[in-house]
Nanobody, 118 residues
Framework: QVQLVESGGGLVQPGGSLTLSCTAS????????MGWYRQVPGQQRELVAS???????HYVDSVKGRFTISKDNGWNLVYLQMNSLEPEDTAVYYC????????????WGHGTQVTVSS
């Protein structure tokens, strides 16, 4: 059973920085990727950043150059460093883990609120 817990959200002024953390527990077998989604009420969930089991990182165009995803070697901790934050970054941020074995499965945390406002 996989459990994901996000932390680090809060209120920050435009241009500021914030770092989100995801603490994962449970089996790490079959991991394909981990990363972060974000969602604004009334809008679709958006993939923000991910890191694959091959070490590749991916970012949505709107955050390239501003956000950085990282993790520990054991897939227990995933971080999202967010710099130069803008009001458009305001959302609930969710950590996810994608597994391919024994079955294809997505695991989610409960989210952490990020609010960018002056």
């Amino acid at each position: 059973q996989v459990q994901l817990v996000e932390s680090g959200g809060g209120l920050v002024q435009p241009g500021g920085s914030l770092t989100l953390s995801c603490t994962a527990s449970g089996s790490i077998s079959g991991i394909v990727a981990m990363g972060w989604y974000r969602q604004v009420p009334g809008q679709q969930r958006e993939l923000v950043a991910s890191v694959t089991n091959g070490g590749s990182t991916h970012y949505v165009d709107s955050v390239k150059g501003r956000f950085t995803i990282s993790k520990d070697n054991g897939w227990n901790l995933v971080y999202l460093q967010m710099n130069s934050l803008e009001p458009e970054d305001t959302a609930v941020y969710y950590c996810y883990r994608q597994s391919g074995w024994p079955t294809a499965r997505l695991y989610w945390g409960h989210g952490t609120q990020v609010t960018v406002s002056s």
